[in-house]
């Protein structure tokens, strides 16, 4: 296992659809050793719990950064929908005070949008930023007939978008992602990567304490280290 910390940006809690509180995940974050914890709860949500009070929610993770400085990286973020980021309907000034944006549900942009039309949106937003848990497989299909694939990771390098290696179980492509020694389609994906210097982050999607699959999120930070660019938050 290499010796860079581990690394654990995608982390809901009770201020969205989670059942743990923040403080609860940084502690159960350093039980397990992890190096880099991001909280990430759904921000404008329509199809799940929110954060209700954004300026309140910054705040706790603040003095929690402070309080555990020596011991551990706390990140602030949030998860948005793809549909909001088209529709404006969020603050730019509050999202820009974050440490990141994960936007979620790309692969299922609606047909009369084309990726360029979010470009004007993700550029006011100057925060590192994201894809959460994107099915691959769909966006090459999605996009064959105007390149597939080498399409949307033109795209990607064009908006400076990390993309999320989501450990969580639930996400069967990612088990291809991580566990990726027989699959020739997944080899050539993190070359294109690499090519392209996309940097991805790693995020076990977690929804409480009970919920870190400690053995996948481990298989994919050492899949990262061996493979693939990791986004540096220092």
């Given at each position: 296992m290499s010796?860079?910390?581990?690394?654990?940006?995608h982390n809901h809690t009770n201020w969205s659809d989670g059942d743990s509180s923040i403080e609860e995940l940084v502690v159960n974050a350093l039980k397990n050793d992890?190096?880099?914890?991001?909280?990430?709860?759904?921000?404008n949500s329509?199809?799940?719990r929110s954060i209700t009070s954004f300026e309140d929610y910054?705040?706790?993770i603040e003095i929690l950064k402070n309080k555990y400085l020596s011991k551990i990286n706390i990140l602030s973020g949030v998860e948005i929908p793809v549909s909001s980021i088209l529709c404006q309907e969020y603050s730019l000034k509050?999202?820009?005070n974050l440490d990141f944006v994960l936007v979620e549900n790309i692969e299922n942009l609606p047909l009369h949008f084309n990726l360029e039309s979010l470009e004007g949106h993700?550029?006011?937003?100057?925060?590192k930023k994201?894809?959460?848990?994107?099915?691959l497989y769909t966006i090459a299909a999605k996009y064959k007939d105007i390149g597939g694939i080498n399409y949307f990771i033109q795209f990607m390098k064009k908006n400076d978008l990390f993309f999320e290696i989501n450990s969580n179980s639930s996400y069967s492509f990612f088990d291809d992602i991580i566990f990726y020694h027989e699959n020739y389609w997944v080899k050539e994906l993190?070359?294109?990567?690499?090519?392209?210097?996309?940097?991805v982050s790693i995020g076990s999607d977690s929804h409480s304490i009970e919920d870190l699959e400690k053995g996948r999120l481990l298989q994919a930070n050492k899949t990262v280290t061996e493979n693939l660019h990791r986004i540096n938050f220092f």
């Open positions: 010796k860079e910390v581990i690394m654990d940006i992890i190096g880099i914890l991001g909280i990430s709860d759904h921000y329509k199809n799940t910054i705040l706790e509050l999202i820009n993700l550029k006011n937003i100057t925060c994201g894809l959460a848990h994107t099915n993190y070359h294109k990567l690499n090519l392209n210097q996309i940097k």
